[in-house]
T-cell receptor, first 113, second 113 residues
Framework: QQQVKQSPQSLIVQKGGISIINCAYENTAFDYFPWYQQFPGKGPALLIA?????SEKKEGRFTISFNKSAKQFSLHIMDSQPGDSATYFCAASMRQAGTALIFGKGTTLSVSS | KAGVTQTPRYLIKTRGQQVTLSCSPI?????VSWYQQTPGQGLQFLFE???????NKGNFPGRFSGRQFSNSRSEMNVSTLELGDSALYLC????????????FGEGSRLTVL
């Protein structure tokens, strides 16, 4: 019940295309859903985050869509660029757990030029 | 503003030994979290320290321990190392709120032979 399931494991998208990564969770106590981006040799960095009272959040080319009833959320990267090639992790947490994030297994995105 | 600093960046140990990893958080951050990253299990929460007190703990054996000093710097220790402890250990600092951004360091890569 504590798991966050992420798909696909890897993704290849052409430059200018849309990258879509999906995540699903079971624990309805989760109330914070961030996405982290990790480049090789670096630690993860926060990309965008959403709370369950919002169905969509957009920051530049990155959008989170959140479906509370389905317990699913997704990351859309519009106009994907080679510089977006990285590993993306969805995560979830609950208020009483402090900074303990439950991460998905990650999606390796390659954007071909 | 300096980022999160982790030392050492790389280390090799043999089974049965112990290891201590260090983390200096961003100035002003009182929370330090530790995560283990492996190809198989992904990112897993180890523990969080806030104002020198362990606030949350993940599902890891007692061989994994940590502490935080009055200047917010943190150390984690793994005793009686096993081959499966080979991983990238990431430290993250934050203001300590449940929905606050985690700022990760570049990690300490531990290889157990």
């Amino acid at each position: 019940q504590q798991q966050v399931k992420q798909s696909p494991q890897s993704l290849i998208v052409q430059k200018g295309g849309i990258s879509i990564i999906n995540c699903a969770y079971e624990n309805t106590a989760f109330d914070y859903f961030p996405w982290y981006q990790q480049f090789p040799g670096k630690g993860p960095a926060l990309l965008i985050a959403i709370r369950p009272d919002v169905s969509e959040k957009k920051e530049g080319r990155f959008t989170i869509s959140f479906n509370k009833s389905a317990k699913q959320f997704s990351l859309h990267i519009m106009d994907s660029q080679p510089g977006d090639s990285a590993t993306y992790f969805c995560a979830a947490s609950m208020r009483q757990a402090g900074t303990a994030l439950i991460f998905g297994k990650g999606t390796t995105l390659s954007v071909s030029s | 503003k300096a980022g999160v600093t982790q030392t050492p960046r790389y280390l090799i140990k043999t089974r049965g030994q112990q290891v201590t990893l260090s983390c200096s958080p961003i100035s002003g951050h009182r929370s330090v979290s530790w995560y283990q990253q492996t190809p198989g299990q992904g990112l897993q929460f180890l523990f969080e320290y806030f104002s020198e007190t362990q606030r949350n703990k993940g599902n890891f054996p007692g061989r994994f321990s940590g502490r935080q000093f009055s200047n917010s710097r943190s150390e984690m220790n793994v005793s009686t190392l096993e081959l499966g402890d080979s991983a990238l250990y990431l430290c993250a600092s934050s203001a300590g709120t449940a929905t606050g951004e985690l700022f990760f360091g570049e990690g300490s890569r531990l290889t157990v032979l």
